[in-house]
């Protein structure tokens, strides 16, 4: 009978968890500061897909295994890092709150573009998962999760 209730509950009141995720479809949905290899505007609407350690998009691609790792910071902490300057510089337009952030390295240890091993970092999510950033440069891409 419990497992009857657990299983109405579970269809009748779903709930997604956001707990600093990161496997997802993400979009990309808007750019702050300066980019040097590429105009942002053509990387909005594109998606960076990290599910199941099969990860695919414009910034990252890797087949058949993945890794990862990930720090956590407070906003204060966060922003006076000095490898997260770009951050504190945009703050103002990227929506940051006093969530928690966890900072994530993404390394490929399965197929990855050529020959090359590739890192996805610093790719940052908050304990709310409302938006993700991947700083780039000198500038910062903004995702909101599917």
Known sequence: MKKVLLLFFLIAFPTKSYSY????????????GDLVWKNPNE???KKQSIVKHNVK???YNCEYGMMWSYNKYTLPDLLANPEFDILKMHEDKLNL???????????????AEGDVMMN?????????AKNAYYIMDQGVFIFEPE
């Open 21 to 32: 995720f990161v496997e997802t479809e993400w979009t990309i949905v808007g750019f702050v």
């Open 57 to 59: 998009g414009p910034f």
């Open 120 to 128: 996805f970092w610093p790719f940052i999510v908050s304990d709310k």
């Open 97 to 111: 709150d006093d969530d928690l952030y966890f900072v994530h390295r993404l390394s490929c240890n399965g197929v």
């Open 43 to 45: 990387l909005i609407g």
